[in-house]
């Protein structure tokens, strides 16, 4: 799941192996890689469009993992 989000790069073989292929992986990222994406454009309920914005915003700002 998260090779085609673009996060981990799989390779197969007897050399094969995972590393990490984006430069900054948020918790957004693997929310969305491994849970589907987070629709606040248009929640079932009106009154939530602003706390789920809330909550992706904050999700978007926890990094942890940064290239150097």
Known sequence: MAATHGIVECKRGRIGGV???AKVVTLLDLWKATCGSLDFTDPPIVEMKKPMKAF??????VVIYRKR
Not at 56 to 61: A, T, W, Y
């Open 56 to 61: 992706v915003d904050s999700l978007s700002s």
């Open 19 to 21: 590393k990490l292929r």
